[in-house]
């Protein structure tokens, strides 16, 4: 568990008429979680980069806070609705790792409104596979939500927050809930299946998504590496990091066939060629 501080920004309107925060401030304990907070941050940067709708997210020079922007808040300052999928599964705090990314996209299904439905699936499907390029192994249902401004109106999946490699400090962590009744990081395949049987997507926004996602966590990885260059008591974290999201490409990398890894490494001139 991370210290979390809310503030209100000074610079708030005056038309404002909540008197709640608009920011959350986060803070960690180096001995226990070194670098959490940058971890928290280039994870955040991967989802934004891959295009997923993020929380906005500020690192301090130092990299010892992390300042979140609320996204639960309307421009005139009123809060919006905001559900996580605990409440939706009639669950206390405690079941956050219960069931499934399966049962959290058929929940979206059931709860998004109609015009709302396609858009959120697609989202969480960028979610979860983010999440699993990064090995993020705290994605539970807590931090998976439902956002609305009125229950009659409009009800969509809330941006992405809470976003960590949990395996830059549990090596041998897992995800927080089952996909495809298995707790481990899933390679393609396996995502293209849960994408396809469901979150209901075509194959080719199944294969936009994870190209996006791919695309994102590299771009995250080139800005680790200039900060590590840029601070060298990073460097180490940094390092690991960028091995962690390396690992995860790996995995969203197209599967190469026996028949075709044969056709590019064994075949030889065609017929007329020297």
């Not at 041998?172 to 009744?181: G, K, P, S």
Request: proline content about 5%.
């Amino acid at each position: 568990m991370q210290p979390k501080v809310l503030l209100r920004a000074t610079e708030v309107p005056e038309r404002v008429t909540t008197r709640g925060a608009t920011h959350i401030v986060k803070s960690f304990d180096p001995r226990e979680r070194p670098e959490l907070a940058a971890n928290e941050y280039y994870c955040m940067r991967a989802a934004h980069l891959a295009g997923i709708p993020t929380a906005r997210v500020m690192l301090s020079a130092n990299r010892r806070i992390l300042v979140v922007e609320r996204f639960d808040l309307t421009s005139d300052g009123m809060y919006l609705g905001l559900e996580d999928f605990c409440v939706l599964n009639g669950l206390r705090s405690h079941g956050r790792y219960e069931g499934s990314y399966e049962l959290v996209a058929k929940r979206i299904g059931q709860f998004a409104t109609p015009g709302q439905r396609r858009e959120s699936l697609q989202e969480f499907f960028r979610m979860v596979t983010l999440s699993c390029a990064v090995e993020n192994g705290d994605a539970h249902l807590k931090n998976f939500s439902m956002i609305y401004e009125n229950p009659e109106g409009t009800v969509r999946l809330a941006p992405a927050y809470d976003v960590v490699s949990t395996t830059a400090y549990q090596p041998r962590d897992v995800l927080a809930l089952t996909l495809n009744e298995s707790k481990s990081f899933p390679d393609r395949e396996t995502l293209v299946s849960f994408g396809r049987t469901a979150c209901g997507l075509a194959p080719r926004d199944i294969t936009v998504a994870i190209e996006a996602v791919s695309r994102g966590v590299t771009a995250a990885i080139a800005e680790i590496g200039e900060a590590r260059r840029e601070s060298k008591d990073f460097a180490a974290a940094g390092e690991k990091l960028e091995t962690i999201f390396e690992r995860g490409l790996r995995r969203l990398a197209p599967l190469i066939s026996k028949k075709t890894r044969a056709g590019v490494h064994g075949a030889g001139p065609r017929r007329g060629q020297r």
